[in-house]
C-alpha cells in the first residue's frame, strides 16, 4: 500500500525539475512514508519529459504520466488524481514556490479533516506586486460570485483523504474551485497557511485579466451548482437490507 501520492503538474519546468526532486524526495524520506511522485508532463516543450525520465531511472518513486498536447492544469491535476495509489494525495506546483516541508503539516491535518488547502499569506515573500494584486482581485472575485470564503484559491498545494477524490468531475479551469466542490459533497475542508517562495527559474503564466474575466463563467457555473445542490436526510429506510440494482 502506498501511503502517499504527490501530483505535480509540469509545463516547460527543466530548471526546476532537478532542483524539485531531492528537496521534495528527502522530506518524504524523512516522514518515513511509502510515497509515489506523479509527475503530470502538460504538453511541454522543452526537456521537462527528459528529465522526468532519467529521475526515474535512479527511483523507480517517480512516475511519469505525459498528456499528448498541452491540456491546461485542470486537465494535468485531473490525469495525476486518476494515476496516484496513495491513501493519501498531495498537489503542488513544479516551480519551487511551495516548499516541501510544509507537507508533513498537510498530511497532519487529514487525522481530523478530508482535505487541506493552502493559503499563502506571506505573498510578497515570492511574488511581484502584479501577481499579488491580481490574486487577491481574483479570489475576491470568486468568494463573491462562488459564495464561498476560501482565503486563496489559486494555491494548489493541497493535500486530500484519496477517498475525496473518487467520483469527483473537474471542467477545464476547476483545479481552483476543488476545495468548493469538495465542500458541496459534505466533506470537511480546511485551509492552513503555507510558505510562499521566490521563482527562480521562469516566469508566471497569469495576470490580470485571465485570472479574472477568463473564469466569470466558471465561478457562474459553480455557484448555479451550489444552488441545485441536493440536501436531505433518510429518515427511514425499511428493508435496507436488501440488494439493489
Known sequence: MTDLSVVIPVYNEEDNLPLLWPELRSVLEAEGLAFEVVFVDDGSRDRSAEIIRSLRESDPRVRLVRLKANAGETAATDAGFHAARGRWVVTMDADLQNDPHDIPGLLRHLERWDAVTGWRVNRGEGDSL??????????????????????????????????????????????????????????????????????????????????????AVDLLVVRWMKSRTLHYEVAEDLGGDLIRE
Not at 494584486?133 to 470568486?142: H, Q, W
Not at 465542500?183 to 470537511?188: A, D, E, N, S, V
Request: glycine fraction near 8%.
Open 130 to 215: 502584479v501577481r499579488r494584486l491580481s490574486s487577491r482581485v481574483a479570489n475576491g472575485a470568486r468568494n463573491w460570485l462562488s459564495d464561498e470564503v476560501i482565503q486563496d484559491s489559486g494555491c494548489t498545494f493541497r493535500a486530500f483523504r484519496r477517498e475525496c477524490l473518487r467520483g469527483l468531475i473537474l471542467y477545464r479551469g476547476f483545479h481552483r474551485f476543488i476545495p468548493t466542490l469538495l465542500k458541496m459533497r459534505g466533506y470537511r475542508v480546511l485551509e492552513v497557511p503555507v510558505r510562499n517562495r521566490p521563482r527562480r527559474f521562469g516566469q508566471s503564466k497569469y495576470g490580470v485579466l485571465n485570472r479574472v474575466f477568463v473564469a
